[in-house]
């Protein structure tokens, strides 16, 4: 049987202690050479990875912050074995700039000892404060694998030329590229729907706030799902933010955790609550990170307390091995006392959760065959009917029980028969899920045979014309996307002029009037028509 085979990173504390929200007083210092001394511990005692935090404004906790690609470049020169993640915002650095950058660093380190954490960005401030125009969710996410995207041309092409929403290169090329092929490794943070889909198109690896050990799954099952999709399985692993405390027994470390508590700085956890709210919370689907997460998870800044960290060294290594039974790769730590703590962690958890045998084999066994169970016995289909629940002896005759739809995408969708109304299934999509419905409505879930043709006319209207609402509401958001996009990059580049002919009309002059949500509109000229004889 095979060993665990997870990987070990640790925040660097750049802007001190990383417990931000609570008072208790912490051995851990945000200065360059105590940084410097943290990075050759986790060198020594067997962490792969070291995560330099992206911060230009320091805030929520931390009161001063030093630069992590300049920091990373130091520490190269310090340390032998251990790999350096530098974050960085897309927006506030050129991919080229960056890419440049990343090229020297490694080759720096030797090749294979640095990688880049592309951060979307959830502190406003950091944008606004340097005259960066601050785009909304989905828009922060685009430009963010367009930026990996260019990172990764300039990497392995000579001659790239790019034209897109938000960057453009023409017959570019980097002299000399990293040493690591075929390119360095890309992280990406984020939970909500859009970043689980650009880690499944363009990253190696996608950093999840803490969580539990369902909801965590769910995640990593999603993003595996989604890489499946684009072709590239394997390629995008998944890990997931702790906070440690580990001590001889677990009354000590509860105890720790309940001293941090009585400390807490509620005022500061409230205001780093409401900064939040940039995040997951403002995507469209309204899930993502920090979007479940009030008072007590905000103790640590990345919910690092929800996976419970909390006990002996046995009951933290036993946890780390569930969640690398469910897919997770890598874990991501912080911890109180850095210099201590640290050191502790490597030299006692992290050979004995490599020792454990592994259990991700028996865990995905047992995940086809609960799929399979549940498939086989809710007969799943593209728009099939589920058994009709028994009918209540109590009902009127002429009342029929509702039948119980599965949509397209899984989802059960109640709707009545006769004169119901099923506008509900328009959940499910759009076309495929009128058809279905239609069809479902069609038949008596009693069994009598079928329904009046006038009945099932006005049913199948009303699901189309739902349908072709939520179709509608699609469109706008995708035309408000676009609009941002536009908004974004309206100083950068020159406008277009008006052609003869086009849609604007010979003379048309296009004018952006800039609206708080991201769209251009263009007013067009009019012109008088010339008097009548």
Known sequence: MENVDVKFCFWAPMGGPMVTGSKFPQRTYANFEANKKYCQIGDEVGFDYELMPARTYTSHGWSEVIEANTTVAAFLQHTKRIK?????????WHPGVAAKMGATMDIMGGGG???????SGWFKQEFTGFGEPWLEHEERYRRSEEFIRCLKALWTEDDFTFRGDFYRFVNAGLRPQPLTKPTPPIFQGGNSESAMRMAARVSDWLFINGNNLEKTKKVVDTVKAYAREESREGAVRCGVNCQIICR??????????????AHADWEGMKAFEQQTRQAGASSPQGHGMWADSKGADFLQANDGFKPDMIGTKEQIAEKIQAYHAIGVDLILIAVTHYEEDLEQFGREVIP?????????????????????????????GDGGTLPAPPRDPSAPVHAPAPAVLLGVNGRRVAAQSGRGRAADSVRTGAGRAARGASRAL????????????RDRSRDRRDVRASAHLRLGQRRRGIARSAGAAALASRDEYPRPRARRGDRYGADARRRPDDRDDGRRVFRQRRHRRPPTR
């Open 248 to 261: 001889k027994t677990e009354h000590e470390a509860r105890k720790h955790y309940d001293e941090l508590l």
């Open 442 to 453: 069609s038949l008596d879930p009693r069994g009598g045979g079928r329904v009046g043709r």
């Open 352 to 380: 004995l959760v490599r020792q454990m045998p592994s259990l991700r084999a028996q865990n995905a066994s047992e995940t086809v065959l609960s799929s399979d169970r549940r498939r086989r016995d809710l007969k799943m």
């Open 84 to 92: 350096l993640l530098a974050a960085m915002h897309p927006g506030l």
């Open 113 to 119: 000892r640095w990688g880049l954490n592309i951060t």
